[in-house]
């Protein structure tokens, strides 16, 4: 279908080179998502070789996650943490046990 946001080229391989995910032998690149915010922060990055697909679910989880940590300071999405689900505060006393 028709994507619905932005798509790039990249001719020069800039972007892929920048990202380390080019791979020169073969003139491609891995396949890689990141998330980046509005400072140009990378707040995650994933790359897979390019027989492994990307979970689209888990990346809209992973940029809400982002937003909502922005937006509240002192704040940490735990592991499979979604929209609306509690957060925690880190601690030391947490270590190990989450």
């Known amino acids: 279908g028709k994507a619905k946001f932005p798509l790039v080229?990249?001719?020069?391989?800039a972007l892929t080179n920048a990202f380390g995910v080019?791979?020169?032998?073969e003139g491609?690149?891995?396949?890689g998502t990141f998330i980046i915010?509005?400072?140009?922060l990378i707040?995650?990055?994933e790359i897979?070789?390019?027989e492994i697909a990307r979970d689209v679910k888990e990346t809209v989880r992973k940029l809400k996650a982002a937003q909502y940590t922005a937006a509240h300071p002192g704040e940490v999405c735990p592991?499979?943490?979604?929209?609306?689900?509690?957060t925690i505060a880190p601690?030391?006393?947490?270590?190990?046990?989450?």
Do not use: M, Q
């Open 22 to 25: 080019h791979i020169p032998e």
């Open 91 to 98: 601690s030391i006393d947490l270590v190990g046990k989450i």
């Open 9 to 13: 080229g990249d001719p020069t391989h």
């Open 37 to 40: 915010n509005p400072e140009l």
């Open 79 to 86: 592991a499979k943490w979604n929209e609306g689900a509690k």
């Open 28 to 31: 491609l690149a891995l396949r």
């Open 43 to 45: 707040k995650t990055s």
């Open 48 to 50: 897979h070789s390019n």
